[in-house]
């Protein structure tokens, strides 16, 4: 096998030379067959690791001739490559490029198919905030339109909910029920598509996973058995492999110990025949589970050592670490990009200013030889410009996006915390309901009727409570469903007291579920009088919650520089003296002035020094340390008011807080 290998190996290099050596017409014809030959050795274990050498002499000559399509074919290939490999890291690396190419050109549809593996290897390392933040990146693309022209069974689609279901799936999230609800669409979905095959496996083998959990094993084998059989049709053997570990377990969870050993090792040894590293570990682990249900320890123990060595190999410590740096890396270079354009403008104004003045002082064929110069300089800085200005619009763009993201989070968290409530005590009266049902029938045996009717009293009061609070948890989420809403941009009469009053809770709480140390005293003041006023809530909720989430953020820095012997206070930093018992407060009010409705959010945080006031609505200007703030909050709630024909204000004194005020006109 290893001569095999080798000899595929030494051709590819060879052709690769005699390309390089000799003039070729048709260069991306070339690149194309690369990747197709490529492709096909990937299925072929003889050939397996000379796929990867083709996938990179492609992507290098696709490089050379600067063929973009197929630069990205070739780098999304390898991608894929290592992630089949198990290693992760480098698969990272090649959806990062791929995804600045997307960036760069505006190719939402190679953006969406980027993210998809992201994803996957996010799910994989246990990194939610990273799998959370990619996810709702390929659902702003469906939401926006950026990919024209799809259909409710269009690829994308149920991909999106491919993924969505692997992410409840996970250990942190668990949602049996959305995990169900999503591969039965796509089961049913999937059957209309030209990829019908595709689906019938994810589908089948997501439903197959869903019922092994529930522990209703006969069902899972049901769909695992249709699973199996519709990759081996579609020849997606990482799939079948995958789907046949699953199968080996549903055996072994049920007791058919003989069964779970057949397809364990027919799943172990395809995992080593095609080098599938993530179905290597988990068939051993699996391996390793059945020999100590046997009672076989040493095999156990042996298994279980391969299971540590591949789960090290794709997921340890030194990889975490490379996929963290990776990750942080690609953050720093667009800020760096950003800069960079900064420094090209500046420095092409100085050149130009430093040719201007040694004209000035020259004789005439001076002039005319410095003017040359000058041109030849004005057509390379334009050039500079010009570049440095389509990275910024990307970066732009990527920053909006993060700032939409971060708006979510906080939506997210203030939900969570809102609905746990309500569920909590629904959760609590079916317990103790559980209890007194089972003394009731102890009662009624024994034949004491008063006690009984007392027991049933309390269950029927407890009952209502319940129903009173499964009503509580179901107007919360009709509300949260009311908000999630795309924006018509168009108004409607809406209660902005109402509006007011529940972004404040929805930031506070989300903050909280962030920090649970964090506490702040909330004064409201709303005018009765008001009524209704038409706006669009979406948007006025958006800059509400964006208010408040700077406002607590305020209160909050001023708690975190108290000193460690003050029960809670701030250091002033003119005097250096402690500021004993501060309280943290965010203030929210309404008034109807006049043809006017004034909202205003204060605060008793360290206020905004004067220098500064002018420039807080400009974009990108924050006075958050790097890495937490974008500095476009504030600038879209000026453009959001702003179109409603208002105004948005802010007073503010250094060291006692400050108060941004909404002036809205009553239509």
């Given amino acids: 096998m290893i001569k095999r290998s080798f000899i595929v190996t030494a051709f590819a290099f060879i052709h690769g030379i005699v390309w390089a050596q000799r003039s070729h017409t048709n260069d991306s014809n070339y690149v194309k067959t690369l990747i197709e030959n490529a492709g096909k050795f990937s299925l072929d274990i003889d050939k397996n690791d000379s796929s990867g050498i083709l996938f990179s002499e492609a992507l290098r000559i696709a490089e050379k001739i600067n063929f973009t399509s197929g630069i990205q074919d070739a780098t999304d290939r390898l991608a894929n490559y290592y992630y ?21 050109t505006g190719d939402s549809s190679l953006l969406f198919s980027t993210l998809r593996l992201q994803v996957i290897i996010y799910n994989r390392i246990g990194d939610m905030n990273m799998t959370r933040i990619s996810l709702m990146r390929r659902q702003y693309i469906l939401d926006h339109n950026g990919i024209k022209g799809l259909k409710d069974t269009s690829y994308p689609i149920l991909s999106q909910y491919n993924s969505l279901a692997h992410y409840y799936a996970t250990k942190q999230i668990n949602k049996p029920d959305s995990v169900e609800y999503f591969f039965r669409k796509i089961n049913r979905m999937g059957r209309a598509t030209r990829v019908a095959n595709l689906w019938e496996q994810l589908s089948n083998g997501g439903l197959g996973n869903y019922y092994l959990k529930k522990n209703k094993y006969d069902s899972a084998i049901y769909h695992f058995y249709i699973a199996i059989n519709e990759a081996l049709k579609g020849n997606r053997l990482d799939n079948m492999y995958g789907f046949i570990t699953s199968m080996a377990d549903a055996y072994g969870k049920s007791g058919q110990f003989d069964s779970a050993f057949l397809y364990a090792y027919k799943a172990y040894n395809g995992a080593h025949k095609y080098a599938f590293m993530g179905l290597k570990a988990s068939s ?106 389509k990275d910024l619009k990307s970066t732009q763009t990527q920053l909006i996006q993060s700032e939409k993201m971060a708006s979510l989070g906080e939506l997210t968290a203030g939900i969570a915390h809102e609905i746990q409530n309500p569920l909590n005590f629904v959760n609590n009266f079916s317990e103790v309901n559980q209890e007194l049902i089972g003394e009731l029938v102890e009662e009624v045996d024994k034949g004491n009727t008063d006690e009984v009717k007392a027991i049933a009293k309390d269950i029927k009061e407890n009952s209502e409570k319940i129903i009173h609070h499964g009503k509580r948890a179901d107007a919360i989420v009709k509300g949260m469903l009311q908000h999630s809403r795309r924006s018509s941009s168009v108004k409607e009469p809406t209660d902005i007291n109402a509006l007011c009053d529940e972004y404040l809770r929805l930031s506070y709480h989300g903050l909280r579920a962030k920090d649970k140390s964090f506490n702040a005293t909330i ?133 006692e807080g400050s108060t941004f005020s909404i002036h809205l006109p009553i239509l």
């Fill in 284 to 389: 051993s682990g699996l391996l390793a589970k059945l020999y100590t249900q046997k009672k076989q320890y040493d095999s156990a123990i042996a298994y279980m050592t391969l299971e540590g060595d591949y789960k090290d190999s794709i997921s340890g410590l030194e990889t975490l670490n490379s996929i963290q740096f990776i990750s942080n890396d690609y953050q720093q270079k667009s800020l760096e990009k950003q800069r960079e354009k900064d420094a090209a403008i500046k420095e092409y104004k100085a050149t130009l200013k430093n040719y201007l003045y040694a004209g000035s002082l020259l004789v005439l064929l001076g002039i005319i030889v410095a003017m040359f110069r000058i041109n030849k300089q004005r057509t390379k800085s334009r050039q500079q410009i010009e570049n440095a200005y």
């Fill in 523 to 655: 004064k409201t003041d709303f005018d009765e009088s008001i009524g209704k006023i038409n706006i669009i809530p979406q948007d006025i909720g958006r800059v509400i919650l964006n208010l408040l989430t700077n406002a607590f953020y305020a209160v909050g820095e001023r708690g975190k520089a108290g000193s460690p012997d003050q029960h809670i206070g701030v250091v002033d930093e003119k005097t250096n003296v402690g500021i004993k018992n501060y309280q943290p407060t965010v203030s929210i009010s309404t008034k109807k002035v006049g043809d006017k409705v004034l909202i205003s959010v204060s605060d008793n945080g360290n206020g905004i020094p004067q220098n500064i006031v002018d420039k807080i609505f400009q974009p990108f200007f924050t006075t958050k340390p790097t890495g937490q703030g974008t500095g476009l909050g504030l600038s879209l709630s000026y453009d959001i008011i702003k179109a409603h024909g208002g105004e948005l204000k802010v007073e503010t004194k250094e060291g």
């Fill in 84 to 104: 089949l490999k198990g290693k992760l890291n480098l698969s990272l690396q090649y959806l990062i490029k791929n995804e600045e190419s997307a960036l760069a």
